[in-house]
């Protein structure tokens, strides 16, 4: 049984890659305006308090519409700490990520 | 019988997939995965005692936002039960103040239920008030005081009022199924509530009620403390005449990265006592002649999550605490207690790919001490 254990331990050790990129923040694109850049601090703020910021980074949305419900669930979370202002805000962050920062013109 | 589940369960996915169909109805699918290894150096053969050895657990999820008033998600797990649905409600605000859940849900009790998928937490395991069957000596102390996730049917209003800045109130107040036990039970039976011989029904046509209220204040921009309390109550044998009262408190303090926890949870859970309690219980009556028909079961963790750099650092203390009768074959005492210490780390492989591994020192009342070793590798996707 402790054999299992080490073999498990090495052979995930060995799968471990060597670039690894940190991602415990969502990041506004280098060339955003101070605005975006904002807005993605608070989104990763108000999204890690119930879980790592990895389940946003893998959300797979189709249009910035779907940033928008997708926000809009995650606020009717219990202790989400979203307020309406709060989740404006987070989308801006999110569909700039996804999108660019020509979407943003399309948002309310 | 097993595949009866998997089969609901695809049919359910695939029925709300299918409803999404226009165009401004949004669809989210997401899932974790968690390869766990439990070994227990102290025992040369843990299976007695423990369910050891590797556990996978899988959730698959799909989300589905008819607008952002209105959504759907069903949920399919599979880990040592099998194929289990984990979610199937629907969610429908009207206000800030005021959604309602309705479906298959884990009720608004504690704040570890709202992390318990394991690509949500950085532990292999769960906190032991609670664990839902890795903890050592789960048998004799038959588990936890509230297994999670503890799923249900039933309907849930809950609201949020915003006070400014991090500052809420939230509340819930739900009607469920309820916990079940046989008519001459002394306690629950959490296998009644998973298993298809017995439907997913209600065992006793009466709902079990429920209720949380918990305040968050802000500290700054990025730091929060909150206070919660919950309770629940109702009956969980087939005649009601069995009943229950379950009641937690918790506390998170936020320090923008730095997590820490604690909380509460005590069960008073009512015993048959028979035609004969001399004979079914370990212990004669009490001063007044009479037995007591009830026990009570506590359990509580304090944990610190502390991230440096790739690294989550967690230490944990907790425990469960039962006083009162037990059944003459019980290898437990009329007050038995369990401490429960934990160091654990998890490392960021890759993305979102974490090693997590975990050491646990077990000191039993009742039993020899333990150290408990947990080596796995779990992520969201």
Not at chain 1, 93 to 103: M, N
Not at chain 2, 19 to 35: K, P, V, Y
Not at chain 2, 97 to 125: K, M, V, Y
Request: aromatic share 10%; proline share 6%; hydrophobic share 45%.
């Amino acid at each position: 049984m402790r054999t299992d254990a080490v073999l498990l331990a090495i052979a995930l050790a060995a799968c471990t890659p060597p670039p690894m990129r940190e991602a415990s923040r969502l990041a506004a694109d280098p060339g955003a305006p101070p605005e975006i850049h904002a807005a993605c601090r608070l989104a990763s703020q108000r999204c890690t308090r119930c879980h790592p910021i990895d389940r946003v980074l893998l959300a797979r949305v189709e249009n910035p519409q779907h940033w928008e419900y997708y926000v809009a669930r995650m606020r009717r979370q219990p202790r989400s700490g979203i307020t309406e202002e709060d989740a404006r805000v987070i989308v801006r962050c999110l569909v700039a990520r996804s999108f660019g920062l020509a979407a943003l013109e399309g948002l309310p | 019988m097993r595949r009866a589940p998997a089969l609901i369960a695809a049919a359910a996915l695939a029925g709300v997939a299918a409803a999404a169909t226009a165009d401004e109805i949004s669809r989210n699918f997401a899932g974790s995965i968690q390869l766990d290894y439990l070994a227990v150096p102290t025992e040369e053969i843990a299976r007695e005692q423990a369910l050891d050895g590797a556990t996978a657990e899988v959730s698959l999820k799909l989300a589905v936002d008819f607008s952002p008033n209105l959504s759907a998600n069903v949920k399919v797990c599979y880990a040592c039960h099998g194929f289990e649905v984990g979610m199937a409600f629907f969610d429908a605000r009207i206000a800030d103040q005021l959604n309602f859940r309705i479906g298959r849900f884990t009720p608004a009790f504690g704040e570890f239920p709202l992390r318990h998928d394991p690509a949500n937490h950085r532990t292999s395991d769960k906190p032991l008030p609670y664990d839902m069957g890795r903890m050592l000596r789960l048998r004799e102390w038959n588990m936890s005081v509230l297994p999670a996730p503890w799923v249900d049917n039933g309907l849930e209003i809950s609201g949020t009022q915003f006070l400014g800045g991090l500052t809420q109130l939230d509340y819930a107040v739900y009607a469920i199924m309820g916990p079940k036990g046989a008519p001459d039970a002394l306690d629950f039976d959490f296998i009644l509530s998973r298993s298809p011989a017995a439907y997913y029904v209600d065992n006793n046509s009466r709902p079990t009620l429920g209720a949380r209220l918990a305040g968050t204040l802000g500290i700054g921009t990025a730091s929060t403390v909150s206070l919660g309390v919950s309770g629940m109550t109702g009956t969980y044998d087939p005649e009601n005449q069995l009943g229950f009262v379950l009641l937690g408190a918790d506390f998170v303090m936020r320090l923008d990265p730095v997590f820490l926890r604690a909380e509460y949870l005590v069960r008073r859970t009512e015993m048959s006592l028979g035609d004969d309690p001399a004979s079914r219980f370990r212990y004669g009556p009490g001063e007044d002649g009479e037995f007591d028909d009830f026990f009570v079961k506590e359990g509580w963790y304090a944990e610190l999550e502390v991230p440096i750099g790739r690294v989550d650092l967690v230490g944990r203390w907790d425990g469960l605490r039962r006083r009162g009768n037990v059944a003459r074959q019980s290898p437990l005492r009329s007050d038995s207690i369990l401490f429960r210490s934990t160091a654990a780390f998890a490392y960021r492989l890759h993305g979102a790919l974490r090693l997590k591994l975990s050491a646990e020192i077990y000191d039993f009342s009742d039993f020899d001490d333990e150290l408990a070793l947990h080596l796995g590798i779990a992520g969201p996707f």
